[in-house]
């Protein structure tokens, strides 16, 4: 027996998923096609986890799980909360990045009933809470606004990048978003 055949079919189905479903897209994998290359059939797909629908979520689950890259920065305590909020801006370090897994799921998923929605939705409000709070501890005199303003930096860097094949997005956003929080951690009063 393989090693691959030895590992449980819930972890053969997820390895696959999230394979496809990041490098071809959810609506382009066909159960088909996933529980061919996952080695197992229909039946376990579906009586471990109901449905695509579930799985997707599922899969999207354990992404917001591992965070994505990025988002690594808001969580070291070896940087500065400046130099956390700037590693947001950094390139991806993979040749296959194609951009956010959730904000690829939400694109495709425009449904609002969709199980994986409030999955992404989470995801989201999560990770901006966290560049709220990091900004506060660097010292922003309204962490809320500047928050909200990187994570849509941060946000429109990894679509712009994805849809370019381009690293170049990250270093203009990094850029707009070093003039920001100067702006927001100057003096009071300072344009």
């Not at 993979?94 to 495709?108: D, K, S």
Request: with cysteine; charged share 25%; glycine share 8%.
């Amino acid at each position: 027996m393989t090693a691959v055949e030895m590992e449980p079919p819930s972890a053969r189905i997820m390895r696959t998923a999230t394979r496809l479903f990041y490098g071809n897209g959810i609506q382009a994998t066909g159960i088909g096609e996933l529980v061919d290359e996952a080695g197992v059939s229909k039946r376990t797909l579906y009586q471990l986890f109901g449905s695509k629908d579930d799985l997707v979520a599922e899969y999207l689950r354990q992404v917001s799980a591992r965070g994505v890259p990025g988002e690594h920065f808001l969580d070291r305590t070896d940087l500065s909360p400046r130099d956390r909020l700037l590693g947001l801006f950094t390139r991806p370090t993979t040749i296959e990045h194609r951009g956010c897994p959730l904000h690829n799921a939400a694109v495709e998923l425009p449904v609002d009933d969709h199980p994986a929605r409030q999955v992404i939705v989470d995801h989201k409000l999560a990770v901006l809470a966290k560049v709220v709070a990091v900004a506060a501890e660097a010292g922003v005199r309204e962490p809320e606004p500047l928050g909200r303003q990187l994570i849509t930096l941060y946000e429109g860097a990894t679509a712009l990048s994805t849809s370019l094949r381009d690293y170049e997005p990250f270093d203009s956003a990094r850029s707009a978003a070093e003039v920001l929080i100067d702006v927001a951690t100057g003096p009071a009063g300072a344009p």
